[in-house]
């Protein structure tokens, strides 16, 4: 007796996660229609055209940009000069071009904004999240720190999920060495491409790759900043807890380049290289079917604190800025801004 109720024991189980497996696979089949905000930037293109690759690989397949509303950038014109021709290539790859992004919205499982200025960013996510609709932001999240949180402060009280990344953080020695290849780090240098957008915090627009790489690296936990700026070159020095020290180095009036250095318990290892944008898709395909985002809300928002503080510092002619003292001003305003687009 005891044999056959064994025996009927393992037919449940291996039933149970047979049914289990079943259920995964048609999960991952099941097609997602993602919407696209944003046709100003080049990383609408690259995205659409991994995405919808009629030989996409499993990691990116079953979904699919199906529509897109072109606006964003307004007063940007580096920006929306590119929107004519973007949408032109969009519709190409068989993407609807919408009216309005309500119209995304109705059509839509998950959205990607993509609108090269930040500025309007905390609105256009609203907008996403009262649909609740899981949303991918690119960078910058936002036009200010302040926005940064209340996106993020949105999200947590609807309960939808959000992430936002620069594709440096996929380089393939900052996987690595986030992945523990040389052990604890206690200290990293990292380079990139720092042009300036007026309409921006200076190291929103573009600096914000290599501040990404850094804190790939570095993890969370940085509690001041110093910069050093001049015409050609910002220099911006975190000290981390545990004495811990990270560097960004932002390049302008000289030939550029993605990269860095981190110094672990174990070795000294490269940063780079840089392996493109499928690796970012890839976790944001990922982040769509799981509704995890694979960065927690604390270090993306400690990465804008960061650049914030950083803005803070040259103001004050280079001093150290504290990290918690940037976040709590920025975090008074936040809610603030919310209200005050609720109720535009």
């Known amino acids: 007796m005891f044999k056959c109720f064994r025996i009927l024991s ?6 149970l996660l047979s049914i289990q497996t079943q259920m995964s696979l048609a999960e991952d089949a099941k097609e997602l229609k993602v919407g696209m905000i944003g046709l100003d930037t080049s990383h609408s293109i690259a995205f659409t055209k991994v995405l919808n690759d009629a030989a996409a690989a499993d990691e990116v397949a079953n979904c699919k940009v199906t529509i ?26 068989g993407v609807e071009i919408a009216e309005s992004i309500a119209e995304v919205l109705a059509e839509v499982d998950v959205v990607l904004l ?27 999240v936002a036009g200010s720190l302040a926005d940064a949180i209340a996106i993020y402060q949105y999200a947590e009280q609807n309960q939808v999920p959000v992430f936002t990344s620069s594709s440096l953080r996929y380089s393939k020695g900052a996987v690595e060495i986030r992945n523990g290849s040389i052990g604890k780090v206690h200290g990293a240098e990292t380079f990139s491409p720092a042009h300036l957008e007026p309409s921006h915090p200076d190291l929103f627009w573009y600096g914000i790759h290599g501040v990404e790489a850094l804190f790939t690296v570095m993890g ?12 050609d070159t910002e220099f911006v020095t975190g000290t981390w807890n545990g004495g811990r ?13 993605y990269g860095g250095t981190a110094y672990g318990e174990k070795g000294i290892a490269e940063v780079g290289p840089y392996q493109g944008y499928r690796p970012l898709v890839v976790d944001i395909v990922a982040f769509f079917k799981t509704g995890k985002s694979p960065v927690e809300a604390k270090e993306s928002l400690e990465i804008y604190a960061f650049m914030e503080a950083a803005d803070e510092s040259k103001r004050q002619g280079g001093v150290p800025v504290s990290i918690a003292e ?14 005050e687009l609720q109720t535009k």
């Open 114 to 140: 993509e609108t090269n200025d930040g500025n309007p960013h905390l609105e256009q996510a609203m907008a996403v999240i009262d649909a609740g609709k899981p949303l991918f932001i690119d960078k910058p």
């Open 245 to 257: 020290v990270g560097a960004f180095r932002g390049i302008r009036g000289y030939k550029g380049g």
């Open 68 to 93: 897109a509303y072109p606006y964003g950038s307004r007063k940007i014109e580096s920006s929306y000069s590119r929107i004519p021709g973007y949408t032109e290539q969009m519709k190409e790859m």
């Open 10 to 15: 393992i037919c449940v189980v291996v039933t």
């Open 326 to 339: 940037v976040m709590k001003k920025a975090s008074a305003k936040a809610t603030q801004r919310i209200k």
């Open 220 to 231: 969370a936990g940085c509690e001041s900043v110093v910069r050093v700026s001049t015409e």
